[in-house]
T-cell receptor
């Protein structure tokens, strides 16, 4: 299995621009999680989906952030407009719901907003 | 607010020693517990999970769980410089989510 795939791996953009991060979960996994990691705040859960349905988006920092999962093999996290404080590493993880919560992480997207 | 607490470290041990990493959690109803290792610039990778009270051994790693004390630990025997990383403790939530601690940075000195 290829594991969780994320793109792009690095993104540098200017404040105010729209940023879209992409994730392909492990085939057969039906739970998908978006995290943000910074030195100050550690690994924060932003939103997660079970069977393509958003379950908890309470971690999404504000309305500038949105996430979609149109099908079982693809999810996006969008930031519009982006701000310098959004600079972080964004991870996508997937898991087999009905399993025992083991999550498998993608390589992450390092976002820098100038 | 469900919380997972870890000492941020850094924890420094000499090569060959036992490294002991600790974690406490606030939700008494938690049923699943995980240790992830994260090398600098890389993503977290699962190294151990434990669901029952007691010890679980896997090679040089031993996870220990005490639900009464809401405490989970990870022991690394015969520590190697390649074990130098940040170790994240995670606790399973009721909806299949994980709640992560902020991690303990381990440094193993040759």
């Amino acid at each position: 299995d290829a594991g969780v795939i994320q793109s792009p791996r690095h993104e540098v953009t200017e404040m105010g621009q729209e940023v879209t991060l992409r994730c392909k979960p492990i085939s057969g996994h039906n739970s998908l999680f978006w995290y943000r990691q910074t030195m100050m705040r550690g690994l924060e859960l932003l939103i997660y989906f079970n069977n393509n349905v958003p379950i908890d988006d309470s971690g999404m920092p504000e309305d500038r952030f949105s996430a979609k999962m149109p099908n079982a093999s693809f999810s996006t996290l969008k930031i519009q407009p982006s701000e310098p404080r959004d600079s972080a590493v964004y991870f996508c993880a997937s898991a087999l719901r009905g399993g025992l919560n083991e999550q498998f992480f993608g390589p992450g997207t390092r976002l820098t907003v100038l | 607010q469900k919380e997972v607490e870890q000492n941020s470290g850094p924890l420094s041990v000499p090569e060959g020693a036992i490294a002991s990493l600790n974690c406490t959690y606030s939700d008494r109803g938690s049923q699943s517990f995980f240790w992830y290792r994260q090398y600098s610039g890389k993503s977290p990778e699962l190294i151990m999970f434990i669901y029952s009270n007691g010890d679980k051994e896997d090679g040089r790693f031993t996870a220990q769980l005490n639900k009464a004390s809401q405490y989970v630990s990870l022991l690394i025997r015969d520590s190697q410089p390649s074990d130098s990383a940040t170790y994240l403790c995670a606790v399973g939530g009721s909806q299949g989510n994980l709640i992560f601690g902020k991690g303990t940075k381990l440094s193993v000195k040759p």
